[in-house]
């Protein structure tokens, strides 16, 4: 619950973080980050930090989860207990994060070639470690470099990002404060290649103009993120060469 208090959220122009409407926070990923994993990503997102890690494919367990024909995606997002600053309140699965997992899984159900892997089962796990708005959209953007990291077969890397409504003005990329306190939040995620959206969700009201606005608005942020990605996946690669050049 909020409250009744409602802080102004763009002062001169400028919201409360420094940043213009159409700002995106900073953004810093890498890969590699867990051994174990077939395929991992750390994302830093403003003040959300989260951990991806892909598995398998492997043999889908139980079996009777199996498809003969192509691979299942199984998806975890979960928030740690000492994510927020508030009191996070119960560990382990609630409404908001089952909710979070499933449509996670949709997005990826949609690039990762599942038809290569029939009865297998590949298994993507988000654990948000500090979380400051915006953390479904920097949590599929990591899982997605972690897939990608992982070497299994996709059509894609989406990328994941939120508008939002202050008054008139739509901003990009909330944070919690203003995900809180605004008047709508819509998370997109994109499949920078073919401009498919694969995932829409919306929190308040936005007209037609407005969502068509926001939209673009996610697209023209996807083109960094799409790019700190990239880099992201690179960046090991060309650590080697360097060592080579030395
Ligand atoms: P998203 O993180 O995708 O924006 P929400 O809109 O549900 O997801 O949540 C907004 C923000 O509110 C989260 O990023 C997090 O900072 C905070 N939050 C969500 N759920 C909780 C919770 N149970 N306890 C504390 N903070 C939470």
Redesign the pocket.
């Known amino acids: 619950m909020v409250g009744s208090y409602k802080p102004e959220l763009i002062v001169n122009g400028k919201r409360l973080d420094g940043r213009m409407p159409a700002d995106l926070r900073n953004i810093t990923i890498e890969v590699g980050v867990v051994k174990n994993a077939v395929g991992s990503a750390y994302i830093e997102w403003g003040n959300?930090k989260i951990i991806a890690g892909v598995y398998g494919p492997k043999e889908a367990l139980p079996k009777h989860v199996q498809d003969p024909e192509r691979a299942i995606i199984k998806c975890r997002y979960a928030?740690s207990p000492f994510s927020?600053l508030?009191?996070?309140?119960r560990t382990g699965p609630?409404r908001?994060s089952v909710e979070?997992s499933k449509v996670t899984k949709e997005v990826f159900e949609n690039v990762v070639l599942l038809d290569r892997f029939p009865g297998a089962e590949i298994d993507i796990f988000i654990d948000v470690l500090q979380?400051?708005?915006?953390?479904?959209?920097a949590g599929i953007t990591a899982a997605a470099v972690a897939l990608a990291a992982s070497g299994i077969p996709m059509k894609d890397v989406p990328f994941a990002a939120?508008v939002g409504k202050v008054g008139d003005t739509l901003i990009l990329d909330?944070n919690?404060v203003e995900?809180?306190y605004s008047d709508a939040?819509m998370?997109v995620a994109i499949s920078p290649r073919t401009g498919d959206i694969l995932l829409l969700q919306m929190?308040g009201n936005l007209t037609k103009e407005e969502v068509k606005t926001g939209i673009g608005m996610i697209q023209k942020a996807g083109e960094h993120i799409s790019r700190l990605q990239r880099e992201a996946l690179k960046a090991p690669y060309e650590r080697i060469l360097e060592k080579y050049k030395k």
Do not use: F, Q, Y
């Not at 508030?86 to 309140?89: I, S």
């Not at 979380?131 to 959209?137: E, K, M």
């Open positions: 959300n928030m927020s508030e009191e996070h309140g609630n908001r979070i979380a400051d708005g915006g953390t479904r959209a939120s909330l919690k995900d809180n939040d998370p929190d």
